[in-house]
């Protein structure tokens, strides 16, 4: 590993998470009050234990969305933007050289499935707006195509990702597998790289985000979806990625402990199968958010990510609205590391 950089972990202390809050011009507009209480939820629980940077259209209107919450914790930005997914159109945050840096990747819309002009542009003009601590360093990554989404860290070195996303054509198509894995440990610093070669969720726009299927939850724990339903359709590959799970070691050579989550009840709306998913989950400053669905198995994995985070609260977040645009919490959120907001 390269020691100059440091990749941190999700569950490192934060300074603040971003929301890019919903508008009448996205996709939301259909139900936009519906999806509106989801973020609201979100910026209660994110409020009350550290800052929360909210991009959007308008200030006031989500002021009075809000209501009575401490406004001290949190920094308005007002921009155009096309969505809401900030864990993709997100900086993602590194420590270079003893330097705070976020690197600012182009984000083309899920390999041009989706129009990401605006988005793209947000982690700049972030900056611009000075919303960074004085000391922290945008480095942009262009052309390199790369969401959050799309990649795990345990913060020593260990990248979890996907072969289905990272080597997309849409994305990176003048780089293979082997010069994908050069490129990553290069500017992340990392030592190895593991490749899940299989799984996936029906309705996902993401080509298999693992953020949607295997999480790191410490240096040695991976939650990830399981699924024991020879009937269901992810049957096959699911089964075939927790094979894929348990035979990847750690650095130390031991097996990574291992929590299954549930496989999500089936949801359809409009005629389409939801991507709905319990590892789509958000850790924050002593407590993680845990993406529901109106199902009993909301408690079922509530349980197994208490297991894996024994000290940290377990907040439902209901995320029905949220899945109807194919994505979940996780997706709309993007974290910063101590002293970097």
């Known amino acids: 590993m390269d020691n100059r950089i440091i990749f941190p972990a999700e569950w490192c202390l934060q300074s603040a998470i971003q929301l ?3 508008h009448e011009n996205t996709d939301w507009s259909p139900i936009l ?10 910026a209660r629980e ?4 550290e800052k929360l940077v909210v991009v959007c259209r308008d200030e006031e209107d989500v002021r009075s ?4 919450v401490d406004y001290s914790r949190i920094t ?7 969505d809401t997914w900030a864990r993709d159109h997100g900086g993602i945050s590194v420590i270079e050289e003893g330097i705070p840096t976020v690197y600012d990747f182009v984000f083309n819309g899920w390999g041009m499935k989706f129009p990401a002009n605006y988005d793209n542009l947000i982690t700049r003009k972030l900056f611009q707006a000075g919303v960074f601590a004085d000391d922290v360093l945008p480095l942009n990554m262009q052309p390199f195509v790369l969401e959050g989404g799309s990649i795990e860290t345990d913060g020593k070195g260990t990248l979890l990702t996907t072969v289905e996303c990272l080597a997309s054509v849409n994305r990176n198509e003048y780089l293979d597998k082997e010069q994908l894995e050069y490129h990553l440990k290069e500017i992340f610093g990392l030592k190895r790289i593991l490749w899940i070669e299989n799984g996936y969720l029906a309705g996902d726009d993401t080509d298999s985000h693992i953020d949607t299927l295997a999480r790191f939850c410490s240096e040695d724990t991976i939650a990830y979806v399981q699924c024991t339903d020879e009937s269901d359709e992810h049957y096959t590959e699911l089964q075939a990625m927790e094979k894929e799970l348990k035979a990847f070691t750690q650095e130390n050579g031991k097996p990574y402990r291992l929590i299954p989550l549930p496989m999500a009840d089936k949801i359809e709306w409009e005629g389409e199968q939801l991507p709905a998913t319990y590892a789509n989950f958000l850790i924050i400053n ?3 958010l845990l993406p529901c669905y109106n199902s009993p198995k909301d408690g079922i994995a509530k349980v197994a990510l208490q297991e894996a985070f024994p000290d940290r609260e377990i907040i439902g977040i209901n995320c029905l609205p949220l899945i109807k645009q194919h994505g ?4 709309i959120t993007m974290q910063y590391p101590e002293g970097f907001i």
């Open 20 to 22: 890019t809050w919903p």
């Open 33 to 42: 009050d519906e999806v509106v209480s989801c973020f609201v939820s979100i």
């Open 46 to 49: 994110v409020v009350k234990r």
């Open 65 to 68: 969305q809000l209501g009575d």
């Open 76 to 82: 308005f930005c007002e921009m155009e933007t096309n």
């Open 286 to 288: 002593g407590a993680v």
């Open 328 to 331: 979940s919490l996780h997706c």
